[in-house]
């Protein structure tokens, strides 16, 4: 989900991977949309997020394992499972969970070195080998990508990380455009990644043609890997923008706007997608959605 115009990755907070998790569970929570006989795999993962929210870790990791004993994890759900293990004090597990994230396409060397659920396994000998093994996997994944996009995005990011001077990050977003289009006019995207960190460079324009060149970047990406769900919540963020940028209600959800001093989810056209549709998407449902809008405006319905 995004904060209005500036919708970011990683929010500016002393601790930012734990906000990047939260939102991650309350986007997965939007899988569990109807009541089930029996817990599916998402139902299970949507109530190990909300146990890691209340602190309640062993009991976030267990029920973790109970999804990975339904279906194989992705590589976000078994590194939060990770981080819920660490935290409850239980090595073996966390170090298990670690392994098989790596082993699911987990690559992410930054976050694993800095995330301070962690910090409780520096000591243990089988850290320096978990961090090595992520770093190759890394490392590997870079040589099937464009490096210097990749680049421009964690730039992006970056400077949406904290209250910054917004006057020179909206130059410093046009000429990381710039390059971005000539790199499409060259054909230098190939991989859904590539096509992903476009879109969110894109995203970050102030037109209605920026935000429908992101939505169109996003497709692509889903086009290339159906599965691939950061791609599908960008795609439905570009589009709820593009839809605000040419007069039209958002439809997905994804835009929290400032307006009149306070913050707001309006205009949205809440009939036009489904819950189970958003979920799709990698959008929490409506009533989450709601929550937020009030939890932004330091309220609780």
Avoid at 30 to 56: C, H
Avoid at 108 to 126: G, H, I, K, V
Avoid at 143 to 167: A, C, K, P
Wanted: hydrophobic share 40%; glycine share 6%; with cysteine.
């Amino acid at each position: 989900m995004t904060r209005g115009r500036r919708d970011v990755l990683l929010w500016g907070v002393r601790n930012p991977w734990r906000i990047m998790r939260f939102l991650a569970f309350l986007l997965l929570s939007a899988l569990v949309t109807v009541p089930a006989l029996a817990e599916t795999y998402d139902d299970l993962i949507a109530k190990a997020g909300a146990l890691y929210q209340e602190g309640q870790y062993e009991e976030s990791g267990i029920q973790f394992e109970l999804a990975f004993a339904l279906e194989d994890g992705r590589p976000t759900h078994y590194y939060n499972a990770a981080c819920a293990w660490s935290l409850a004090g239980n090595a073996e597990s966390a170090f298990a969970m670690l392994e098989q994230a790596i082993d699911a396409g987990f690559r992410n060397s930054e976050l694993l070195m800095a995330d301070a659920d962690l910090t409780a396994l520096y000591d243990d000998p089988r850290w320096n080998t978990v961090v090595a093994r992520c770093q190759a996997a890394e490392a590997l994944w870079l040589t099937s990508i464009n490096v210097e996009l990749y680049r421009l995005f964690q730039s992006d990011q970056g400077d949406r990380s904290g209250d910054g001077d917004w006057e020179n990050i909206e130059e410093r977003d046009r000429q990381r455009r710039k390059i971005v289009a000539k790199m499409i006019q060259e054909d230098k995207l190939h991989a859904p990644d590539d096509f992903v960190h476009a879109a969110f460079i894109f995203q970050h324009g102030a037109d209605s043609t920026s935000y429908r060149t992101a939505h169109e970047l996003a497709m692509k990406a889903v086009e290339m890997d159906s599965t691939y769900m950061r791609a599908r919540w960008i795609a439905a963020a570009s589009k709820d923008r593009y839809l605000q940028s040419i007069g039209k209600p958002q439809i997905f959800g994804t835009q929290l706007l400032m307006r009149d001093g306070r913050w707001t989810l309006e205009p949205y056209d809440t009939t036009a997608v489904t819950d189970a549709e958003r979920a799709r998407w990698g959008v929490p449902p409506l009533a989450h959605q709601r929550e937020w809008e009030a939890g932004a405006n330091g309220r609780t319905e």
